[in-house]
């Protein structure tokens, strides 16, 4: 059974992520359940250097957590993608809407 690891770290007015191995339908749960949490009160920052796949699905949270962060005023980051990851959300065509950083004290 594929899994996906989460780090959580919290900063003053963010929340960072650290993600690990594959993002996709079948590891995405619990995943996607922080994100949606956190966007409504704060910052999110996911590192995704360690993602080692995303599919369909897993874009597709990462397109909806950053529009309800947009919509929220509370901008979801996207830092040091893995090629794999940045790959495929610039197949979206959406590519250069993310917030794309290399550290925390990159943000807004």
């Given amino acids: 059974m594929e899994q996906l690891g989460i780090r959580e770290k919290n900063g003053s007015n963010y929340v960072l992520f650290e993600i690990e191995g594959n ?4 590891t995405m749960q619990e995943f996607s359940e922080k994100v949606y949490t956190n966007i409504k009160e704060r910052i999110v920052i996911v590192d995704m250097e360690r993602v080692t796949s995303i599919d ?28 794999s990851v940045r790959n495929a959300l610039d197949n979206t065509g959406f ?11 990159e943000i807004d």
Avoid at 23 to 26: A, F, I, R
Avoid at 95 to 105: A, M
Wanted: proline letters at 2%; a negative charge.
């Fill in 56 to 83: 369909s699905t897993g874009v597709g949270l990462i397109m909806a957590a950053f529009n309800d962060g947009e919509e929220l005023s509370h901008h979801f980051y996207i830092m040091n993608p893995a090629s």
């Fill in 23 to 26: 993002l996709n339908s079948y």
């Fill in 95 to 105: 590519g250069s809407l993310f917030h794309f950083i290399h550290s925390v004290t």
